[in-house]
Every structure is written in C-alpha cells, then in structure tokens.
C-alpha cells in the first residue's frame, strides 16, 4: 500500500497563521462583546409594543452583518499582515540557506557575513562562518596530505623500477649485481612499509578510541626507553631518563607509538654528542610525559611546521633517511584522540621541549608517586632537571 505523503508546510505559512489567527480571535471577541450586551437588552415597560421589538430586531441584524463583513475584512487584513511580517523576518534565514546551499567544497572560502541585526540569525551566521573557516582549513590541510602522501610513495616506486631496469637492461650483469640490484629494491620496499605503517598509525589516531585501557606512563617510558637505547648510543646521545608513576588510560598501542615518535625525534633530530631527557610525572589531575633534546636553534615561528606531515625546518618537504616527517604529525593526533593536552617549546639553547599531559578518568585514583628505577642498558636515573640545562 502506498503512503500518502502530506505535503511540507513552510515556515513562512506557518508563521503567517501564528500572526493572523491571534489577531483575528482578538477581533472577534472584540466584536462579540457588544453584539452579546445588545442581544441581551430586552424592552419593558406597557409601553413597549410589537413595533419596537421589529425595530430592535432589525437594528441587531444589521449589527451582525456589519459585524460579519467587519470580520472577513479582518482575516483578509491579518493574513496579509501576517504574511508580510513572516516574510520581513525570514529574508535573513532566506539569505543564509542560499549562500549555504551556494558553498561546496570547492569555495569554502565564501562566507555569510552579518545579517543585519545583531540578532539570532546573526549568531546563526556566525557559527556557520566558524564551521565553514575549520572545513576550509580541514580540506586544505587533506589535500597537502594527500598530495605529499602520493608523492613519497610514488618515490620509492620510481627507484625500484629504475633499479629493475638498470639491472635487466645491462646484458654484462652477474649475480653479483643482481644481488646487489635485489638488496636495493628490499631496502625501497622496507621504506614504502615504514611510510605506510606511519600513514596507517596517523589514520588510527585520528579517529575515536576503541580502547581506553588503564597504564602507566613510566612503563611504557621505560620499555620505548629500552628498545631505543641502541641507536642513541650508535650515534652518540645520551639519555637522561626520570620516571615516575604516570597513571593513565587509552589505547597502549596508539600511546606506546606516541612515546616511539618522540623520542625517536627527540634523538634523530639532535648534535652529535648531545643529549635527551625524558620524565613521567603525576599531579591530581593528569599524568605527563615529557621529552626534551638538545639541537638545533627552531626559529618560533616555524614551530607549527614540525607538527604538519612531510615538513621541516624552513617548511621543506622532509627527506630524512630514518623517517619521513609525520613523527610528530602522529603524536599530535594520538594526544588529540585521547584528549591529551600537547606543547611545545624551542629551547633558546636548541632543540625543544615537548610536553604531552593525558587527563585522569575518574575510575582511577591517583597513588603517592614512587620513583623508578630504569631498565638495564640505559643508564643512571639522574635527578630533577630543570630547564635550560645542558
């Protein structure tokens, strides 16, 4: 059976009877009220005859007539009072439902404006801009990362068919060269893995959590600390660990990534013979973690740079052979995903401080923090640095 569908009644006809209908049921009380006090207004008296009472009767009919035609003059004055003002109040909202329906994806950069009035279409309006302003700078910032994200892994791509070519194109080849030819094109292929693997860690923190497990900071501090400290000494970084009980909650896989990340850019991103320092630290409110490492000066102003994909220092696209430049890209949204408070600060000496502070859920009650002891192989736990030390 097929459903009847009623047609949509506009705002505008709506309005109009929300207008008129009062207005008229005001008239018309209005004119009943003497038409009921006449009607009730008997002649008395011996003197009153059957003339009289014709004459009344034919002057109450006349009233009601008056009062009849009075009444369609009403209704046809309300609506059309009713009408204009409904469509006087509407225009803004007209105005803003033509330009939003005008804007798409490829002119986000129009935007409604005021309205008129400092009223409630003109917060309306507002709010819209706002929301059009982060799509704008949400789609821009998507197609960067698309564009970069096609051409790092279009690179790799290139070299190991120029690899196979050079390889299958020279009739003197041995197997020597083959071999050789074969270790290149594995170490290309490793380094698509490690680019897809950021690029599918990137994705994973920047959607909703699917796990909010309790864990400690200075766990996962210490375990990234141990599996780190082999390439620190390799190139000569000393790490200066202090941990202390962290306790917080979240995906441990997405925090153990954040944790990798920055010390990974904490020791990758330093001097020779330079230094990292990293802690875990508790209050009653949230438990944080921070990095810092000496390095190079960051002019401010190019801070924000180091957090975008693909970037670095000066806004070049990032071409460093142990990553690809979306190192901290994944810490900030790993912070964001779990509604961790992120910042950063150059040190006046260089390098940076990076500080991540992950709120307490109420279901997990903060201890008395106990300081801990690192595992094996990376060293003295030193005492509490402050900043600006070497």
């Known amino acids: 059976m097929r459903r009847v569908r009623i047609p949509r009644r506009s705002l505008h006809l709506q309005l109009t009877l929300l207008y008129a209908v009062p207005f008229l049921l005001s008239g018309i009380v209005l004119l009943a009220i003497p038409l009921l006090g006449t009607k009730q207004v008997v002649p008395a008296g011996p003197y009153a005859g059957p003339a009289d009472v014709q004459g009344d009767n034919s002057h109450l009919d006349q009233q009601l007539t008056s009062s009849a035609v009075g009444i369609a003059g ?3 004055v309300s609506l059309a009072l009713g009408w204009f003002v409904a469509g006087r109040f509407l225009r803004p909202l007209r105005n803003i439902t033509a330009t939003a329906r005008d804007i798409s994806a490829n002119n986000l950069h129009r935007r409604l404006g005021r309205t008129g009035l400092h009223d409630e279409f003109t917060e309306l309006a507002e709010t819209l801009d706002d929301l059009f302003e982060r799509l704008e700078a949400s ?3 998507q197609r960067h990362f ?3 994200a096609s051409h790092e892994l279009r690179t790799p791509l290139t070299a190991e068919r120029t690899v196979l070519q050079v390889a299958l194109a020279d009739p003197d080849a041995t197997v020597e060269t083959l071999r050789s030819a074969c270790h290149e094109v594995l170490a290309l292929g490793q380094q698509q893995e490690r680019l ?6 990137l994705a994973q923190g920047q959607q909703s959590l699917q796990l909010n497990t309790p864990l400690d900071l200075a766990d996962t501090a210490t375990k990234v600390l141990a599996s780190r400290q082999q390439d620190a000494d390799r190139r000569g970084i000393q790490v200066q660990p202090t941990v202390e009980r962290a306790p917080a909650a979240g995906d441990p896989h997405l925090i153990e990534r954040l944790v990798v990340n920055l010390l990974d850019n904490a020791v990758r991103h330093n001097s020779p013979g330079g230094w990292v320092k990293i802690s875990t630290t508790t209050t009653a409110t949230q438990s944080t973690i921070r990095v810092s490492n000496s390095g190079p000066v960051i002019p401010p102003d190019e ?4 957090f975008q994909p693909f970037r670095q220092l000066g806004g070049r696209r990032t071409r460093h052979p142990d990553g690809h430049g979306l190192g901290l890209a994944i810490v900030r949204a790993i912070a964001t995903a779990h509604r961790a ?3 950063a600060r150059p040190r006046r000496a260089g390098g940076l401080d990076i500080e991540v502070r992950f709120p307490h859920q109420a279901h997990h009650p903060i201890e008395s923090p106990a300081r801990r002891t690192p595992s094996a192989g990376i060293g003295p736990t030193p005492g509490r640095w ?4 070497a």
């Open 341 to 343: 408070a992120l910042s």
């Open 139 to 141: 789609f821009e910032s």
């Open 386 to 389: 402050r900043d600006g030390s």
């Open 303 to 306: 801070l924000e740079a180091l």
């Open 196 to 201: 897809i693997e950021a690029l599918l860690t």
């Open 74 to 76: 009403m209704v046809v």
């Open 146 to 148: 698309v564009a970069n």
